[in-house]
C-alpha cells in the first residue's frame, strides 16, 4: 500500500466486523493488484479475481489471499458515460475474500 493521486476505492462496510477492523478505511486503490482488478471490474462490468495479495488483516506474507471484485452500478437509463475508459455509472465495488 502506497500513496497515489489515482481514485480512491476505500473499504467502507465489511462483515464480520471484529476480525476484518484493520481493512476498513483501506484504499484499495493503494495498491496494484487490488486496483488492477478493480479498474477491470469497473471497465467490462464481469466479476475480476485479483492476483495474489496479502492482507492488512493478517500480514504474514506465506498466508496470500485472492478478491473476487465485482461492479455495484447506480440504476440509471442515461448512456453509459467512461472516464478513462472506466464507466462512471459503477456505485461501487462488492469484493469476496478467499484465502
Not at 504474514?60 to 461492479?71: E, G, N, S, V, W
Request: glycine share 8%.
Amino acid at each position: 500500500m502506497k500513496p497515489h493521486d489515482g481514485d480512491r476505492y476505500v473499504i467502507q462496510y465489511i462483515d464480520p466486523v471484529a476480525p476484518n477492523i484493520g481493512a476498513i478505511g483501506l484504499d484499495g486503490a493503494s495498491e496494484a493488484n487490488r486496483r488492477d482488478a478493480a479498474n477491470i471490474a469497473m471497465r467490462t462490468g464481469t466479476a475480476t479475481l485479483t492476483a495474489p495479495i496479502t492482507l492488512v488483516q493478517n500480514p504474514d506474507p506465506t498466508q496470500r489471499a485472492f478478491l473476487l471484485i465485482m461492479r455495484s452500478t447506480a440504476r440509471t437509463r442515461a448512456p453509459v458515460r467512461r472516464r478513462n475508459g472506466l464507466r462512471l455509472s459503477t456505485a461501487g465495488l462488492c469484493r469476496a475474500l478467499h484465502g
